[in-house]
């Protein structure tokens, strides 16, 4: 028997739910909200440290999403003693549960939980499993995959990935559960009409001139050393860059750098940026650069081709391919001077930056919607019970 989306309960879990975490979080938010819309009875179960900004959870919550969250966590694997109680009593309520992230014990406990019960699980890797982050603290990990993880991985119904690079990287580990890509996405209505013009009245330094946007974590993974080096090299003097986002205590690093490359007048370092002011300094920019060593999907990246803004992004990017085969920006090698070359080829050139962010927005509007992508998941959610 066919179950509507309307009676589809799906809970989904992770180890985070402040949006300042990144990417992953980000994305699990904009899924919920999603599917919600979309007639499913959501749920989502999160752990959370000391002094973490919980308000997605009371946004959650208005949107008539059922949020429990259970913290402090503690210790290397953020655990918390009521973690299994209330797994217990949220997934015999459910007929999926969607596992976000690996490394804590709360998707541990949770694919545990979900195979005691029977109910059919999903793991979203976040980028966890590929070679790159295998590297980082690989011993842990290697004894994590020996201890706990290869097991909830094999028996899960299925593995999440969010591109196809991503998905093919993971092949080498011989996974025993099948694949299903599906990338994050964003909702248009944000993107509907945005207040341009407000960013650069909050920044008046930018007036008219052209400014690259980097929006992400401070990071020594997003390429910040890259890309400011590259922005001095560029020969269009008059442009600015701005860098968004919250500091992973690289801020006082990046400040040196613009400093000793003589661009420190040209570069702007807002914070972190949330909501209306986010879009605002997306739809104000002229380019949007995202140079990391390593991002499985980049969520920021789809943010400004909603936006109308062309797109910068290093091979280490896992959409670089679509962004490519779509012609919705440049994509470029781990390099500077590649970047630099770039960066003075797309700010030089309107007609190219226009045709790109064109396409750009067809794209999104194919492939990232959240309540195209929503529905898809009724699918493949409804294909998981009947295997189950």
Request: one cysteine or more; glycine letters at 10%.
């Amino acid at each position: 028997m066919t179950t509507p989306a309307a009676a589809l309960r799906v809970l989904h879990v992770a180890s985070a739910i402040d949006p300042v975490a990144g990417g992953p979080v980000v994305a699990l938010l904009g899924l919920a909200r999603a599917q919600a819309q979309e007639g499913m009875r959501v749920s989502v179960l999160t752990t959370y440290g000391r002094g973490t900004d919980l308000s997605a959870g009371d946004d959650l919550r208005s949107r008539g999403i059922d949020v429990r969250l259970v913290g402090p966590g503690r210790g290397l694997l953020f655990s918390h003693p009521r973690l299994r109680p209330v797994l217990g009593e949220m997934i015999a309520q459910v007929d999926v549960v969607h596992v976000h992230a690996l490394w804590e014990d709360i998707q541990h406990q949770a694919c545990r939980e979900a195979g005691r019960r029977g109910v059919p699980y999903v793991i979203r890797p976040c980028g966890g499993l590929d070679p790159w982050s295998m590297r980082q603290s690989w011993l842990k990990k290697r004894l994590y995959m020996l201890w706990r993880m290869r097991r909830n991985l094999d028996r899960a119904t299925a593995i999440h990935f969010t591109t196809q690079m991503e998905c093919d990287l993971v092949q080498r580990l011989r996974l025993a559960a099948p694949a299903i890509v599906e990338p994050n996405g964003v909702d248009l209505s944000e993107f509907q009409n945005p207040a341009r013009g407000s960013f650069r009245a909050r920044y008046p330094q930018l007036a008219d001139r052209p400014y690259v946007l980097y929006l992400g974590r401070l990071h020594p993974l997003k390429g910040l050393e890259l890309l400011i080096p590259a922005f001095a090299q560029c020969a269009a003097r008059e442009a600015v860059l701005v860098v968004a986002g919250p500091d992973e205590g690289f801020l006082q690093q990046c400040r040196r750098m613009a400093e000793a490359h003589a661009i420190a007048d040209r570069v702007i370092f807002t914070g972190i940026l949330r909501g209306r002011e986010r879009i605002g300094a997306l739809a104000d920019a002229t380019l949007f650069c995202l140079p990391s060593f390593h991002e499985n999907f980049g969520i920021s990246v789809v943010e400004s081709l909603a936006a109308g803004v062309p797109v910068i992004v290093s091979d280490h990017v896992y959409i670089h391919r679509e962004i490519s085969a779509a012609g919705a920006g440049g994509v470029v090698p781990l390099d500077v001077g590649a970047l630099a070359d770039e960066l003075k080829r797309w700010l030089a050139d309107e007609s190219l930056r226009s045709a790109a962010a064109g396409r750009g927005l067809a794209l999104v509007r194919e492939r990232y919607d959240w309540r195209q992508i929503a529905r898809r998941w009724g699918e493949h959610y409804r294909g998981m019970m009947r295997d189950a």
